[in-house]
């Protein structure tokens, strides 16, 4: 799949760009294992931040599978608008097996494109974000 990477300009790297994604986002997708902060960046490319806490998730082990699993979803499936994304682990992500934890994810990330897609048909989203 082309243009399946995940690179420097594919993730937000600074603090502020976080910041922004915290501030101001325009959509929320949640799941009581998981959360996503979304808002459109007027560029050409989406942008993930992930959040794994060791209080949410314990071990180093776990918040690795965790990470894992978000980049490759997000790496693989592609978004109606770009936007830059925040993942937030909750209490319990870790206690999913891997195949359990990728279906929700997908599940999720589907929700988020529907979303997105509505909205962008409905002009919430005029190129001015």
Do not use: C
């Amino acid at each position: 799949m082309p243009g399946a990477t995940f690179g420097k300009d594919r993730r937000l790297l600074k603090a502020s760009e976080f910041k922004e994604v915290f501030d101001n986002n325009a959509l929320r997708v949640a799941h009581p294992k998981h959360l996503l902060l979304v808002k459109p960046n007027g560029t050409d490319v989406s942008r993930l931040g992930l959040v794994v806490g060791k209080k949410n998730v314990p071990t180093a082990v776990a918040r690795n599978r965790v990470k894992r699993v978000v980049r490759e979803i997000f790496r693989t499936t592609p978004l109606p608008i770009s936007s830059d994304i925040i993942f937030l682990a909750r209490k319990g992500a870790d206690q999913l097996s891997s195949a359990e934890m990728s279906a929700l994810i997908h599940q999720t990330w589907a929700r988020l494109a529907a979303r997105l897609e509505k909205d962008s048909h409905n002009g919430v989203y005029n190129d001015n974000a």
